[in-house]
C-alpha cells in the first residue's frame, strides 16, 4: 500500500468526524433492529419468538456467503478518484435505508400469519444480509485507506465509537419515549405506529451521516486490487492461520453478547419487571453517556497500557456487574441500573477500541501472507459478530 501526502489534505478532525458519522449511519438501523425487532414481531405482528430466532438463524448460513463475497469484491475494487471504499457505501446508503424501514411493516398486522412471516424473513434477509452488508463491510475497511499510522487508526476506532452512541443515545434513550403509551389499564403498550414513524425517520438520518461520511472522510492510502483468482481452501486457510484474528473474534463473540442482550433485555425487563418503560431510557442514556465520555480518554489510556490489557481489564469488570445482577436479581430499578452502567462500561472499553485492533490485525496478515485483505479479513470479523444482533 502507499500513500502520496502531496496531493491530497493530512488526516485531520474532517476524517474523524466523517468517519463517526459513518457508524452513526450504520447504527440508526442496526441498533434498532437489535433493540427493536424482536419486541415489533412478537407484541406487534404476533410473531412467535421462534420464529423470529429461526429467521436470524438462517441470516446467519447466509451471511456466511454474502459477507465473504462482499469482502472480495471490495478487496478487488479498482482505487478510483473517491478511493477503494467510498463509492460502495454511497450505493448501498439507500437501499439499506429502505430495508431498514421495510422491516417495520405495521400496516401488514391484520394479513395472514404466512405473509406476515414471508414479509419478516424478507425484509430482514434483504437488509442485513445484502444491503448492510454492502455498506458496512466498505465502510469498516476503509479505516485502513485513511491512515497508515496507527495511533491516526485508534482515533478513527475511538470517533467511530462516538459516532455508535450518539446512535444509540437517539435510539436506546428517545424511541423508547415514543413508541410505548399507557394504555386505558395503566399498561405500558408497545405501539406498532409509532414504530414504524421512528423506522422512517431512522432511515433518513442514516442517509444523511453516509452522505456526511462520503463527504468528509478521505482514503489517502492507496491500497493494492487483488487480482488473483478466488480460492476458498486458500482463504479459510489464511484465516484458520491467523491466531489474532481467531483471538478477536472470541472476544468479540463473548463481549458484545453480553452488551447486546443486556441492551435487547432492557424492553422486557423494565416495562415487564419493572413496570417502567422509562426505565429503558434511563439505563440506556447511562450506558451510552459512559461509553461517549469514555471514547474521549481510551485511546490516550490504551497508549500506555495497551489496547489488548486495557480491553481485558474492561472485560472484567463487566463481567463482575453483570453475574451480580443476575445473582441479586433485585426488585430495586435504581440497582439494577447503576450495575448495567457499570457493566455496560467496562465491555465499552472493547467496543472502543476494537476498530483499531482489526486494522493492527489486517496489517499482520500482510506482514505474514505478503497479501493485502482488508475487506476479506473485515467480512470475517463482521460476520462473527453480525450474530449477535438477536
Given amino acids: 500500500m502507499s500513500s502520496d501526502a502531496k496531493t491530497v489534505k493530512p488526516f485531520g478532525m474532517r476524517d474523524k468526524i466523517g468517519y463517526a458519522m459513518g457508524d452513526f449511519g450504520n447504527d440508526f438501523t442496526f441498533t434498532l433492529s437489535s433493540s427493536f425487532l424482536l419486541k415489533f414481531y412478537t407484541d406487534v405482528m404476533g410473531v412467535s419468538p421462534g420464529l423470529v430466532g429461526l429467521m436470524m438463524l438462517l441470516a446467519r448460513v447466509v451471511d456466511a456467503f454474502t459477507d465473504t463475497i462482499m469482502g472480495q469484491v471490495v478487496d478487488r475494487s479498482p482505487y478510483t478518484k473517491s478511493g477503494k471504499f467510498t463509492p460502495w457505501i454511497r450505493r448501498f446508503m439507500g437501499p439499506v435505508a429502505v430495508a431498514s424501514f421495510l422491516m417495520y411493516a405495521t400496516w401488514f398486522k391484520g394479513m395472514p400469519m404466512g405473509f406476515k412471516v414471508f414479509w419478516m424473513f424478507f425484509t430482514y434477509l434483504l437488509w442485513g444480509s ?222 472502543i477500541l476494537v476498530w483499531a485492533m482489526i486494522t493492527d490485525v489486517i496489517d499482520e496478515d500482510e506482514i505474514r501472507t505478503g497479501v493485502r485483505s482488508d475487506g476479506t479479513i473485515y467480512s470475517v470479523y463482521s460476520f462473527a459478530k453480525f450474530p449477535l444482533n438477536f
Fill in 130 to 351: 445484502v444491503c448492510y452488508t454492502g455498506v458496512n463491510i466498505p465502510y469498516g475497511s476503509m479505516a485502513s485507506a485513511i491512515s497508515e499510522k496507527p495511533e491516526d487508526r485508534t482515533q478513527l476506532s475511538s470517533w467511530r465509537t462516538i459516532g455508535a452512541t450518539f446512535a444509540g443515545t437517539a435510539i436506546g434513550v428517545i424511541l423508547p419515549m415514543c413508541v410505548y403509551y399507557t394504555d386505558a389499564a395503566g399498561n405500558q403498550v408497545f405501539s406498532g405506529t409509532r414504530m414504524s414513524i421512528a423506522a422512517a425517520v431512522c432511515s433518513i438520518c442514516a442517509v444523511i451521516c453516509y452522505i456526511i461520511c462520503t463527504t468528509l472522510t478521505t482514503e489517502r492510502v492507496k491500497l493494492e486490487t487483488k487480482t488473483e483468482p478466488f480460492s476458498l481452501s486458500k482463504m479459510v486457510k489464511q484465516i484458520a492461520s491467523s491466531r489474532p484474528l481467531i483471538g478477536i473474534i472470541i472476544a468479540a463473540i463473548v463481549l458484545l453478547l453480553s452488551q447486546l442482550t443486556m441492551s435487547s433485555m432492557n424492553n422486557y425487563v423494565f416495562p415487564n419487571y419493572f413496570g417502567s418503560s422509562v426505565g429503558v431510557s434511563i439505563a440506556s442514556f447511562c450506558g451510552y453517556f459512559l461509553m461517549f465520555v469514555l471514547a474521549f480518554v481510551a485511546p490516550s489510556i490504551a497508549k500506555k497500557v495497551g489496547k489488548k490489557e486495557l480491553s481485558a481489564v474492561g472485560a472484567v469488570v463487566g463481567a463482575v456487574c453483570f453475574f451480580l445482577m443476575f445473582l441479586l436479581r433485585t426488585k430495586n430499578m435504581t440497582l439494577y441500573i447503576v450495575l448495567y452502567a457499570i457493566g455496560y462500561l467496562g465491555v465499552a472499553f472493547f467496543t
